[in-house]
């Protein structure tokens, strides 16, 4: 097994549909009314045959690493 921490980086939209891979800020999700890093056990590999969507009037968030 590796020792290797798994880090997945904030993946976002702009209005436009355009999809980006946040170089900097890591992805949270939303654990009850808390925001964390996720659990290895909840990521999964993004299926090929996928759709990433925007939600209306929704907003990133992103950790960063360095400041927390």
Sequence with gaps: MSS???RPRLVFADTSGNI???PDLL???RQGYAMALPRPDEL??????RDLVLL???R???LDP???
């Excluded at 999964?44 to 045959?49: K, R």
Aim: overall charge negative; charged content about 20%; cysteine-free.
């Design 56 to 58: 209306p009037g929704g």
């Design 60 to 62: 990133a968030m992103g």
């Design 66 to 68: 360095e400041s927390g």
């Design 44 to 49: 999964i590999p993004l299926p090929e045959a």
């Design 20 to 22: 980006y891979d946040h």
């Design 27 to 29: 992805m949270l999700s």
């Design 4 to 6: 290797k921490k798994i």
